[in-house]
């Protein structure tokens, strides 16, 4: 298909051929999209996913990239990137209104310089809006359920819906978002109003935690594993012995045994396989079978 002409001089913000993912993931792995688009506006995501639906283009949503393994392959159609250039923050009274390119931090950032507590917890959530929504994000006993009032989406055939918080289906790491095929475009938190100075405190000492204790400095996507009932992924990797544990690029975090890290130039498939035999070995151990958080996206 040729592509270039396809969407040549079309109002769909930024536009990209054969770029590689591996620059738009914070694993730094990823092959190439055919079509990269970084929308704007609202309009434009509306726009694009009617325009990829009617030229039947198959189409891929990322954000910040901080929560996805892309295949070397790469991705074939139309990715839609929904991050920097799709960013807006309003307040109405304890209402925060924040767009899905949004990075959660920033958004937080904002609710404590007006004196608006809630999202303390879940501020360094690495990543946007958008992909904290979907995936129902969480930290320190926090998840967006708890905050959010209502959610802006765009469904596959570029219908705009308004979904209350009971309506999401939010669960452990689960929205409708993924079972219904949906793109978040804003969301609505619900916060209350308290002291300033106290909210900085509670912010700051969950920074520190973050700082003190997690990789941020490298190459991950976060927790690797979702929580298995009973105990925690990190708790169970550090017990089988892997702290530390690498094989060529793919490690695990010396800091944080629940991220596992890209130290170099990892490929997809020597990626997985570590992932797939981390979890391999805390099973054979412990007995318990630790599900991948990390999403995988991209030609197999």
């Known amino acids: 298909m040729d592509y270039k002409s396809l969407y040549e001089n079309k109002d769909f913000g930024i536009i990209k051929f054969d770029e590689q993912l591996k ?29 990829n639906q009617k030229n ?28 920097k250039n799709y960013d807006r923050i309003s307040l109405d009274g304890n209402l ?25 917890e879940v501020s360094g959530i690495p990543g946007s809006l958008g992909g904290a929504v979907a995936m129902n994000a969480g930290a320190y006993g926090v998840e967006m359920k708890d905050i959010i009032k209502s959610v802006r989406l765009v469904s596959k055939t ?12 939010f669960s452990y790491r689960h929205s409708k978002v993924f079972d219904d095929d949906l793109v978040v475009s804003e969301a609505v938190f619900e916060l209350k109003k308290d002291d ?16 003190t204790k997690q990789p941020l400095d490298k190459k991950s996507a976060g927790s690797t594993f979702k929580r298995p009932v009973g105990s925690f992924a990190s708790k169970l990797i550090d017990e089988c012995g892997l702290r530390g544990y690498r094989k060529g690029d793919c490690q695990v975090s010396e800091k944080h045994c629940g991220f596992l890290i890209n130290n170099g130039n990892a490929s997809y ?9 981390v979890a391999s070995i805390v099973f054979e151990k412990t007995g ?9 996206i991209g030609e197999k």
């Open 23 to 51: 620059n738009y993931t914070n694993f730094g792995i990823g092959g190439k999209a055919d079509v990269l688009v970084e929308v704007k506006e609202e309009y434009q995501l509306v726009d694009l996913i009617k325009f």
């Open 56 to 83: 039947n283009i198959e189409t891929t949503i990322i954000g910040n990239g901080t929560n996805i393994l892309v295949t070397d392959k790469g991705i074939r159609g139309c990715v839609i990137i929904i991050s």
């Open 96 to 120: 925060l209104r924040v767009s899905a390119g949004s990075l959660l931090s920033k958004a937080s950032k904002f609710s404590f310089e007006n004196s608006l507590t809630g999202m303390e």
């Open 158 to 169: 570029g219908e705009i819906l308004e979904v209350s918080n009971e309506d999401m289906d």
């Open 196 to 211: 300033k100075e106290k909210i900085y405190e509670k912010y700051e000492d969950f920074t520190n935690r973050r700082v």
């Open 269 to 277: 498939e020597e990626m997985i396989n570590f992932i797939e035999e």
């Open 288 to 296: 318990f079978k630790l599900e991948r958080e990390v999403k995988v």
